[in-house]
């Protein structure tokens, strides 16, 4: 049976993403930061607790090599911590975000990968934003912290290129996670629309670089995350990118 692990599996497109990969008879360990009994269908794959801003919990995960090794690492979680409002969040705030974001998973992904047998292949999937093309005051820390990640991701693919690892970077538009469906539902009811009116101007009006006409969905995430894992080697440095074209067509 062939092994992922799911960074950032506790919730949303993590959760799906973990729960899938089960269901299509991978061996799952997904990891996150809420206890075990508040993760959405833990039973489908093996949970373990990971607080990525705990610098010692991470290096004692890298330590045991992740539990792995593993066939497909799917890289996930994020924090949306420094998204206050505010157009400058405080310092510390920042920092943290960029840490989560950024620089541990380039540590765990490289301490992760190195520790894979030189005998089994190894592709690791990163989930990136579209918010890297166009940040807005109240994203920009957060777009500045998934660029970041996007410049470690690249150079994991060519530090790994003679090892029997890939790197890839699936970047997606706009997704339907609870808490977008949740404010659409409360926008929709305060004016008395339908959600769905609410969702159609969030696309068109709110971001209008969005040239898509619904959300990017879980499946379609899914199916491109088994598609980088089926490439094998050939996914090494990919950019996959699952927007709609809302980046623009010549980048
Ligand atoms: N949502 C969108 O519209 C959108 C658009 C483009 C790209 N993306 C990308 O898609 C991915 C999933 O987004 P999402 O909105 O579904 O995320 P999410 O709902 O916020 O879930 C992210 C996961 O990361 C985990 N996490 C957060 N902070 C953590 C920490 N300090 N240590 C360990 N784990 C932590 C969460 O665990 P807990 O819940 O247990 O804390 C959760 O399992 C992200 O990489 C995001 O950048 C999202």
Known sequence: MKRALVIGASHSLGSALAGRLAADGWSVTGTGRRPAEEVEDASAFDYVRLDLSDNAEVERFVERAGGGPYDLIVHNAVTYGAMSGQPVPELDALETMFRVNA??????????????????HCNCVVINSDSIYHSTPQTAGYAASKAALRVLTASLATLFRPAAVSVATLLLGPLPDPKKLENFQQVADRHGVEAAEVRRRFLRKANPWYVIDDLIDFDACYRSVAYLADLGPSANGMMCRLDGGSAGSLI
């Not at 998973?105 to 047998?117: F, V």
């Open 103 to 120: 620089l541990v998973p380039y540590r765990l992904l490289h301490g992760l990968l190195a520790a894979q047998p030189a005998d089994r």
